[in-house]
């Protein structure tokens, strides 16, 4: 089984700060990438930022330049940097991993999520 603790979300001010970080427990062979979404009541979830197995990632337009996606890889931890925070940024966060795992001798390709941490950001 694999584990996927979030930390680091709660309330801030606009043009603040919050990092976020996710760490990833248990039998995993490899990573695939990891990746953190958002999702605002009565919307769909998004993704925000991905940091694939090579280190490259992608971002939501409305957050390049200001979130920074990064992983340990030593750790199997994934952060979300966030910068600049605006109202908009409100919502519960959710840490994603690509993973491939040994299962009865065969491996397999799994998504694992988190369980959510809100981010609030007041006006």
């Known amino acids: 089984q694999v584990q996927l603790v979030e930390s680091g979300g709660g309330l801030v001010q606009a043009g603040g700060s919050v990092r976020l970080s996710c760490a990833a427990s248990g039998s995993i062979f490899s990573i695939k990438s990891m990746a953190w979404y958002r999702q605002e009541p009565g919307k769909q979830r998004e993704l925000v930022a991905q940091?694939?197995?090579?280190?490259?990632?992608t971002y939501l337009d409305s957050v390049k330049g200001r979130f920074t996606v990064s992983r340990d890889n030593a750790k199997n931890t994934v952060y979300l940097q966030m910068n600049g925070l605006k109202p908009e940024d409100t919502a519960v966060y959710y840490c994603?991993?690509?993973?491939?795992?040994?299962?009865?001798?065969?491996?397999?390709?799994?998504?694992?999520w988190g369980q959510g941490t809100q981010v609030t950001v007041s006006s």
């Open positions: 994603r991993l690509a993973s491939l795992r040994w299962v009865t001798g065969t491996l397999r390709n799994y998504d694992d």
């Open positions: 940091i694939d197995a090579g280190g490259t990632t």
